[in-house]
């Protein structure tokens, strides 16, 4: 990576010459100035980067990164963030995506050029390179919903299979016998997770078959087409788990249009415990602390902030199996 001290050997000054400019904190001379940002732009630095680097300068201001603002998951993140930052003195800025990689990358570059002292990033499509190069520009990251095996990033998730697991074992439990799953985007770890702890138990049952699971998206419209396309190949199932609760949703308004009654015919359960006062029967759901989790993203990323050491490494919250009317 690229040093102060490449640019002052390319501009033929000295290192504290480039910060007094840098940090427009002295007198450089018009020539060395000229030679300094010439070699700046030879070598691609970004100038706010630099003089945080070399001044440990901080703003107080902080940065959450989401996909999805409509998903209620993430508001209720964002709330924990915001009043965990406050209560430490930090401002948050929030950023949605929209799940499109180059406003992402737009955001990371005007965060970093505003000398933000963190980002909490929640993203379905950053690589973990990515992410790393981002801490070796010194700029601390907590990841959240989202691990990344292998790789020196602090992530925060839920327990994501063993959740899966308490809802499928629910449905078994309380009597279903042909048991579908709605699955999320696969390149979305959540989902991903939900899935194999679906297929962990019921691809154990004779009754099991490929075309048991159909695909949702994370959101209502997913669900309810998934839950059509489902009935007309199963007519037969009894059971539904449904990646998240917004699946779950969209899930049970088709139930309801196809005249299936629910739980007595078909009982469903999702994923996530978002607040869902309007729809009704109340959905059964594995319940992850969502606030919890932007809570204590929030810290590791202030504890970052602040040098304390903590190990870079996926924390994983304990889920709950809520059991309501659905089931």
């Known amino acids: 990576m690229t040093t102060i001290r490449d640019v002052s050997k390319l501009a033929g000054v000295s290192v504290a ?13 018009k020539e060395a100035e000229i030679a300094i940002m010439a070699a700046v732009e030879k070598l691609n630095y970004k100038p706010n ?3 945080r680097s070399l001044a440990g300068k901080k703003t107080a201001a902080v940065a959450l990164m989401v996909p999805d603002i409509l998903n209620p998951f993430f508001p209720e993140i964002a709330r924990a963030a915001e009043d965990e ?3 430490r003195g930090y401002t948050l800025v929030l950023c949605n995506t929209d799940n499109n990689p180059d406003k992402e990358k737009m955001y990371i570059e005007a965060l970093i050029n505003k000398q933000i002292d963190g980002i909490i990033i929640s993203s379905y499509t ?4 990515q992410i790393v190069a981002l801490q070796n520009r010194s700029i601390p990251i907590v990841a959240i919903d989202k691990h990344y095996p292998g790789y020196p990033i602090l992530s925060v998730t839920a327990a ?3 959740g899966g697991q308490l809802a499928v074992r629910h449905l078994l439990k309380s009597g279903c016998r042909k048991v579908a799953h709605i699955c999320g985007p696969t390149h979305v770890h959540a989902a991903h997770e939900r899935a194999l702890a679906y297929e962990d138990i019921c691809s154990k049952q004779p009754w099991y078959t490929p075309s048991l699971t159909a695909f949702g998206h994370f959101n209502v419209e997913g669900g309810y087409r998934a839950m059509h396309e489902l009935y007309r190949q199963h007519p037969d199932v009894d059971g539904v788990f449904a990646g998240n609760d917004l699946m779950a949703a969209g899930a049970l308004k088709a139930l309801h ?13 999702g994923f996530d415990g978002i607040r869902m006062d309007m729809v009704y029967p109340e959905l059964s759901t594995v319940s992850q602390q969502i606030y919890s989790i932007g809570k204590t993203a929030m810290d590791y990323l202030i ?5 304390e050491p903590i190990e870079r490494k996926n924390y994983e919250l ?5 059991i309501k009317s659905t089931t």
């Open 257 to 269: 249009e196809l005249d299936v009654e629910v739980p007595g015919r078909v009982r469903l359960i």
């Open 126 to 129: 950053i690589s973990p390179e």
């Open 303 to 307: 504890r970052q902030i602040n040098n």
């Open 17 to 29: 010459t480039v910060s007094r400019l840098l940090n427009q904190s002295g007198y450089v001379s």
């Open 318 to 322: 304990e889920v709950e199996l809520l």
């Open 49 to 51: 980067t630099i003089a």
């Open 160 to 162: 994501n299979r063993t």
């Open 85 to 87: 930052a406050a209560a």
